[in-house]
């Protein structure tokens, strides 16, 4: 199951906001277009994007460090820090 703890968050300009962190399981996957909600559901948003840590270099080692990219206000995405996301 995809579980996403919330380090932080950051801003691109013109498409969202990454919210970045730890997976619980780092099996897990998750696409373009599926949904993500906290435990409480008080947020349900759609992945626009994924963002990996070190994608594309020569340096490779399995991790489980990464981000969605989500359209939400600044506000949510700060209020997000240090929660879990589930896919829905």
Do not use: P, W
């Not at 435990?39 to 399995?62: A, C, D, M, P, W």
């Not at 990219?69 to 995405?77: R, S």
């Amino acid at each position: 199951m995809f579980a996403l703890q919330v380090t932080a968050v950051f801003n691109i300009t013109d498409r969202g906001y990454v919210l970045a962190g730890t997976l619980q399981d780092s099996t897990a996957s998750i696409g373009i277009g599926n949904y993500v909600k906290n435990e409480t559901e008080e947020i349900r948003v759609q992945v626009k994007g994924i963002e990996h840590l070190n994608y594309g270099s020569e340096y490779r080692e399995h991790t489980s460090e990464f981000g969605i990219l989500v359209n939400i206000t600044k506000q949510e995405a700060e209020n997000l820090i240090g929660k879990i996301l589930f896919e829905e």
